[in-house]
């Protein structure tokens, strides 16, 4: 079966980087060669790879995926994705599809033994190993981009994405994916607080609005939100602001110091210490590196 998706993948993705497919939620993700680990921001979804091999990094703590095992994630997280093995003979070939909380939610309500539980949360990533259940409704998800009837996808596509959500509720990370459907959960409230910092990355972070905005005390959201993201608010503010410079330094052609003003650092002197600690090098040199790199290594 793993044959399969990897020949499947590979008819329907020519170009290296990521693909979206005529399924929703769906894409694909190729590369020719391996990479140098890359700070990414990642969403919330689940990653099947077919062929190669790639690591993800969060904080100090690597996650190694393959063929038969597959990454979750269930918040937006600050990581840095590496792959680590791929060639023009054998490509890197990863199947990504996104999660839905209302799709989660809904299969819960159906069929899930003890439906939506309270728990404390956990580390918004884990890897697990692929149940050949769970693999065969992957392909067959998969198969569907090769069907030229675009009713076969409107229609069977929210039935293969049910089962696999169903197949992973009942495996070893339905935790995680529980705590992603439960409006009132702790991952929940933590999730709002991440969009709160997303969309007011530039501003100065006061951790007390914050929380109270997520409706939990200081201490408890420092202490959930570490859990879930391996870091404190403030460190997930920080890597939120140098990727968005980073990408308006690329996407838009603007300046080192342009861009630190953009996302809310007042002194450039600091914005190039604080970016060239998180990527290596500073602003100028890591772009021009970034745009001759192929795209796959910085989606």
């Given at each position: 079966?793993?044959?399969?998706?990897a020949r499947i993948l590979a008819d329907n993705c020519r170009n290296?980087?990521?693909?979206?497919?005529?399924?929703?939620?769906?894409?694909?993700?190729?590369?020719?060669?391996?990479?140098?680990?890359?700070?990414?921001?990642?969403?919330?979804?689940?990653?099947?790879?077919?062929?190669?091999?790639k690591q993800t990094t969060l904080a100090d703590q690597a996650y190694?995926?393959?063929?038969?095992?597959?990454?979750?994630?269930?918040?937006?997280?600050?990581?840095?994705?590496?792959?680590?093995?791929?060639?023009?003979?054998?490509?890197?070939?990863?199947?990504?599809?996104?999660?839905?909380?209302?799709?989660?939610?809904?299969?819960?309500?159906?069929?899930?033994?003890?439906?939506?539980?309270?728990?404390?949360?956990?580390?918004?990533?884990?890897?697990?190993?692929?149940?050949?259940?769970?693999?065969?409704?992957?392909?067959?998800?998969?198969?569907?981009?090769?069907?030229?009837?675009?009713?076969?996808?409107?229609?069977?596509?929210?039935?293969?994405?049910?089962?696999?959500?169903?197949?992973?509720?009942?495996?070893?990370?339905?935790?995680?994916?529980?705590?992603?459907?439960?409006?009132?959960?702790?991952?929940?409230?933590?999730?709002?607080?991440?969009?709160?910092?997303?969309?007011?990355?530039?501003?100065?972070?006061?951790?007390?609005?914050?929380?109270?905005?997520?409706?939990?005390?200081?201490?408890?959201?420092?202490?959930?939100?570490?859990?879930?993201?391996?870091?404190?608010?403030?460190?997930?503010?920080?890597?939120?602001?140098?990727?968005?410079?980073?990408?308006?330094?690329?996407?838009?052609?603007?300046?080192?110091?342009?861009?630190?003003?953009?996302?809310?650092?007042?002194?450039?002197?600091?914005f190039s210490r604080e970016y060239a600690r998180m990527f290596g090098?500073?602003?100028?040199?890591?772009?021009?590196?970034?745009?001759?790199?192929?795209?796959?290594?910085?989606?």
């Amino acid at each position: 079966m793993i044959e399969r998706l990897a020949r499947i993948l590979a008819d329907n993705c020519r170009n290296d980087g990521v693909t979206e497919t005529d399924v929703p939620r769906v894409h694909i993700l190729r590369s020719v060669t391996p990479t140098e680990a890359v700070p990414i921001l990642h969403k919330p979804a689940v990653c099947f790879v077919a062929q190669g091999r790639k690591q993800t990094t969060l904080a100090d703590q690597a996650y190694l995926y393959e063929p038969m095992k597959f990454l979750i994630v269930s918040v937006d997280l600050p990581i840095a994705g590496q792959i680590l093995e791929a060639s023009p003979e054998i490509p890197y070939l990863c199947l990504r599809l996104d999660l839905e909380p209302a799709a989660i939610a809904d299969v819960i309500t159906a069929a899930v033994p003890g439906g939506l539980r309270n728990e404390e949360p956990q580390r918004g990533i884990a890897v697990s190993d692929v149940p050949a259940q769970l693999l065969d409704a992957v392909v067959r998800l998969a198969e569907l981009l090769e069907s030229g009837r675009e009713s076969d996808r409107a229609v069977l596509a929210p039935l293969a994405e049910r089962e696999i959500l169903y197949r992973l509720l009942l495996g070893e990370q339905g935790d995680r994916l529980r705590q992603i459907a439960m409006a009132e959960s702790k991952l929940s409230q933590i999730n709002k607080a991440i969009a709160i910092i997303k969309t007011q990355y530039d501003r100065a972070l006061k951790i007390e609005e914050v929380a109270a905005q997520v409706h939990m005390s200081v201490s408890s959201f420092h202490q959930h939100f570490k859990t879930v993201t391996a870091m404190s608010p403030l460190q997930y503010q920080k890597q939120v602001r140098l990727q968005e410079a980073r990408r308006l330094m690329i996407a838009q052609a603007l300046d080192a110091a342009s861009a630190g003003f953009s996302v809310g650092y007042e002194s450039p002197s600091q914005f190039s210490r604080e970016y060239a600690r998180m990527f290596g090098l500073p602003p100028k040199k890591d772009v021009e590196k970034m745009k001759a790199m192929p795209a796959t290594s910085w989606q």
